[in-house]
T-cell receptor, first 112, second 116 residues
């Protein structure tokens, strides 16, 4: 089983739609989780860290469910500029500063 | 903020040649750096952990004799793809953890390698 698994999509949604991505992880000891955004031919950029209590940043909400070992990202009121690939990630080891392990990425395409 | 640079950003080479990719932390020291590879429409796959002053740690399935990693200083790690073949064509990205913020990792802009 892969360490981090993610539905690759693609998700094709109209502007204004709400879209949710999920990601499951296999290492129950993992402590830190993240959502990254990657544009074509660019490096990934941190979108949000994911906390047990859930966290929200504008139109973006991330949640962690430790019991079921999955994390989610909700994007509300999708914009054209949200079109990108979204990758979930967790640290390989128990400590931060170890390698990040990424899911396969979910491609989002927002159309007008 | 902290920046990680990579050089070159793009390289095209002939099959059988070797290519060196540099990863530099510009305003912080990195005792550890990570190398990833990304094929088209695939995720970033961890190749190896580069350790300053010691041997790199390679992921299963990554040939250490083909992908030579040298972490010669606290700000520089190099990845050399030896005897490159067309199947080595990929996007190579390095990252380094922020020594001040354990949850933060800085990624280089990536190097696109095309082997003809």
């Amino acid at each position: 089983r892969k360490e981090v698994e993610q539905d690759p999509g693609p998700f094709n949604v109209p502007e204004g739609a709400t879209v949710a991505f999920n990601c499951t992880y296999s290492n129950s000891a993992s402590q830190s989780f993240f959502w990254y955004r990657q544009d074509c031919r660019k490096e990934p950029k941190l979108l949000m860290s994911v906390y047990s209590s859930g966290n929200e940043d504008g139109r973006f909400t991330a949640q962690l469910n430790r019991a079921s070992q999955y994390i989610s990202l909700l994007i509300r009121d999708s914009k054209l500029s949200d079109s990108a690939t979204y990758l979930c990630a967790s640290f390989r080891g128990y400590q931060a500063g170890t390698a990040l392990i990424f899911g396969k990425g979910t491609t989002l395409s927002v159309s007008s | 903020g902290a920046v990680v640079s990579q050089h070159p950003s793009r390289v095209i080479c002939k099959s059988g040649t070797s290519v060196k990719i540099e990863c530099r932390s510009l305003d912080f020291q990195a005792t550890t750096m990570f190398w990833y590879r990304q094929f088209p429409k695939q995720s970033l796959m961890l190749m190896a952990t580069s350790n300053e002053g010691s041997k790199a740690t390679y992921e299963q399935g990554v040939e250490k004799d083909k992908f030579l990693i040298n972490h010669a200083s606290l700000t520089l790690s190099t990845l050399t793809v030896t005897s490159a073949h067309p199947e080595d064509s990929s996007f190579y990205i390095c990252s380094a953890p922020d020594p001040k913020s354990t949850d933060t990792q800085y990624f280089g802009p990536g190097t696109r390698l095309t082997v003809l």
